[in-house]
């Protein structure tokens, strides 16, 4: 059990698990809410313990967007001045893959707080949706670029413009999730991805995302000049020289994360 007000955490097996929990209001995400999940990331991604982050929602869903009644005042200096953005940003940088476990509304802000996981496992019933556009505002913590990036320009106008909500099955088909499993199956399939990654070599792990991350963000040239230099920078660790033997040797790796 967590001190947070917002989330609940707890690490297990290498996983460290953070569920977002106003579940009376959906999970609506409110300021004090991002700001744990953040510090429980950052938490996580210092900690030896956990080699993967999960997140998920509490309740009917994994939740339906920003706290409406806390954004419904906000003007454009507050919004600034309370330096909403930052918290996004910070989300970025988390270095260890963070895999969303998705069931029921993912909306507005928790869209775009999915689509900052690196993996996404979604039950069959989840719904992912941009409605801002039916509150007379646009998503502001990167729905617009993400989306497009993954989905590509025509349905992410479509979906942006319209703010129509998108079943699994067709998120699937375009991408934006990994896998669809049928809701009962939701926390054990994702655990089980989870486990998967857990058990290789955390250095890999860690620069395998940086590079496909900065590869979404780069040309081919540049894109593999990062890798070039993650590559290389593998050579130099205890893991990299074990893999090598325990193939060599007819035997399974025991990876240190060195
Ligand atoms: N905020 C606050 N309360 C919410 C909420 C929300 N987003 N969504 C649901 N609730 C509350 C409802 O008011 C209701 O509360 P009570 O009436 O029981 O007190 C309770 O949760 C149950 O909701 P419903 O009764 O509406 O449940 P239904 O099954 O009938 O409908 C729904 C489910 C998801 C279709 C509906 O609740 C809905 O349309 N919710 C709002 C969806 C939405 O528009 N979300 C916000 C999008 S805008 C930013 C970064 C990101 C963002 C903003 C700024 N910065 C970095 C500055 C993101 C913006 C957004 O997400």
């Known amino acids: ?140 913590a990167g729905g617009t670029v993400r989306l497009t990036k993954l989905a590509g320009k025509t349905k992410a106008m479509e979906w942006l413009f319209t703010g129509k909500r998108i079943k699994a099955a067709e998120a699937l088909h375009y991408g934006i999730i990994n896998k669809a499993v049928s809701k009962e199956l939701l926390l054990e399939e994702a655990v089980r991805f989870a486990k998967k990654i857990a058990a290789q070599p955390p250095l890999s792990i860690r620069f395998i995302k940086e590079s496909v991350l900065k590869a979404i963000d780069s040309s081919i040239y540049e894109g593999m000049q990062y890798e070039r230099k993650n590559f290389s920078m593998l050579f130099s660790s205890q893991d990299q020289k074990e893999g090598m033997r325990a193939f060599i040797e007819k035997r399974k790796p025991d990876f240190s994360g060195r």
């Open 1 to 140: 059990m967590s001190n947070y007000e917002f989330i609940e955490t707890r690490a297990e097996g290498g996983i460290g698990f953070i569920e977002l929990n106003r579940p009376k209001v959906l999970n609506a995400l409110n300021r004090g809410m991002i700001s744990e999940i953040l510090a429980a990331m950052e938490d996580y991604d210092r900690s030896e313990e956990v080699q993967v982050i999960m997140l998920s929602g509490k309740g009917r869903c994994f939740a339906a967007g920003a706290d409406i009644d806390e954004m419904a005042n906000a003007d454009s200096i507050s919004i600034e001045m309370l330096n909403q953005f930052t918290d996004w940003d910070r989300l970025a940088w988390i270095k260890k893959p963070i895999i969303g476990a998705i069931h029921g509304f993912a909306l507005g802000g928790a869209f775009e707080l999915a689509l900052c996981c690196d993996l996404l496992i979604a039950a069959e019933d989840a719904e992912f949706g941009f409605p801002e556009v039916n509150l007379g505002i646009m998503p502001g």
